[in-house]
């Protein structure tokens, strides 16, 4: 392989969200950002810019355009256009807006990423929460309930995919209930998908391809933190292919930020130029993803937790092993730091980043067998 992913970074003392939040004995696995360096290529790009000492306005170029019309055709054999795109520094704010370009509630499931249960709320729309499936930890949207939930001033469905938390990459015939249950109810659905090429066991399915309602009524984010590791470099984009809900959500986005210099170069430089870096990163993601599987299965045979289709992101239920196995009990006895499951909708479950060192999930691994199985580590 071209690129290690093996190699320790020491991120303390860079004002980290992840690894300057707690204290130097927790181990961090909270935060969804990985540990790895990014692609030489993306710094490569940012580097070149820098070299040139005028960081005005700037617009974006044919070439970023050209870059990321070609990245969608590539990763997903589906052609699209620039003017069914809008650029964003970042998905969060946009999930705000995208709720208020028409009167009327959200519809979602839960658990979900916390932004797309809190951003509407914020923006000051009802959302309307409805379970997930959970048939033996394998999620699946409950058409029952959606119906039965739904009030016809309901406006939106707000979609996560690849599913944040639970790892859910929904199939086509999945998504294809969500646009007939959509088209019914004369619905747009919102879809976060900005862990899309996080891919393990199947070619991720952006919402606007799966039929001409979709197309016609979606807003599709996606963006370069997770998959490139660049959080902290804000870059994001809409894909809006029908004019007048494009139209909308720029008349409500105007005072969202766009873009600037570096995060257009950063963007190029992850989209166009590291392909290679994406394939080794996936290669030792899903080799992450199968060892915690199997450590969960094996060391902790009464823990719940779905396999993981898609993210870095691991959802588990250490509950038969501790009545009250949430973050704030394995920060205290185990000294790491997990999501609370209730920030997505469900206390009893934490959740895990994987996309780390395999040293460090080790470690991991070790501190939860010692709080949770310490008569047979006794033994």
Not at 59 to 71: A, G, V
Not at 82 to 99: F, H, K, T, Y
Not at 180 to 188: G, T
């Amino acid at each position: 392989m071209s690129f290690n992913f093996n190699i320790p970074i020491n991120s303390r003392n860079t004002n980290s969200a992840k690894w300057d939040r707690y204290a130097k004995d927790i181990l961090p696995m909270h935060v969804a950002v990985m540990d790895f360096a990014i692609s030489p290529a993306i710094t490569e790009r940012i580097q070149n810019r820098l070299s040139h000492p005028v960081y005005g306005y700037t617009m974006p170029s044919k070439q970023l355009y050209d870059t990321l019309l070609q990245w969608v055709e590539t990763e997903f054999h589906y052609k699209i256009f620039a003017d069914w795109l809008v650029l964003l520094e970042g998905i969060v704010p946009a999930l705000g807006v995208s709720a208020t370009i028409l009167p009327g509630d959200v519809i979602t499931t839960t658990p979900n990423y916390h932004a797309l249960l809190h951003a509407p709320l914020r923006a000051g729309k009802n959302v309307i929460q409805v379970p997930l499936k959970n048939d033996n930890e394998h999620y699946s949207f409950d058409f029952d309930a959606l119906e039965e939930a739904i009030t016809p001033n309901t406006k939106f469905f707000y979609l996560c995919n690849p599913h944040n938390p639970v790892g859910r990459m929904y199939t086509k015939e999945e998504l294809l209930e969500v646009s007939a249950f959509a088209q019914k109810h004369d619905l747009i659905v919102v879809s976060d998908e900005i862990h899309c090429e996080l891919a393990f066991d199947r070619v991720h399915i952006p919402f606007y391809t799966v039929d001409e309602y979709a197309k016609n009524h979606s807003i599709t984010f996606t963006a370069i933190g997770k998959t490139y590791n660049m959080p902290g470099v804000n870059f994001a984009f809409a894909v809006i292919p029908n004019p007048d809900i494009k139209k909308l959500f720029q008349e409500k986005s105007y005072a969202l930020s766009r873009p600037g210099i570096f995060n257009q170069e950063a963007a190029i430089g992850a989209y166009a130029y590291s392909l290679q870096w994406k394939h080794e990163l996936l290669v030792y993601l899903r080799e992450n993803r199968d060892y915690l599987e199997n450590e969960l299965k094996t060391k902790f045979p009464l823990a719940k937790f779905p396999h993981v289709e898609g993210t870095y992101l691991q959802w588990v239920n250490f509950n038969a092993y501790h009545p009250n196995a949430n973050s704030s009990f394995f920060e205290k006895e185990a000294k790491i730091a997990f999501t609370n499951g209730a920030n997505f909708g469900d206390e009893n479950y934490i959740r895990i980043n994987f996309a780390c060192t395999r040293d460090t999930l080790e470690e991991a691994v070790t501190r939860l067998e010692h709080v949770l199985l310490p008569n047979k580590l006794a033994v």
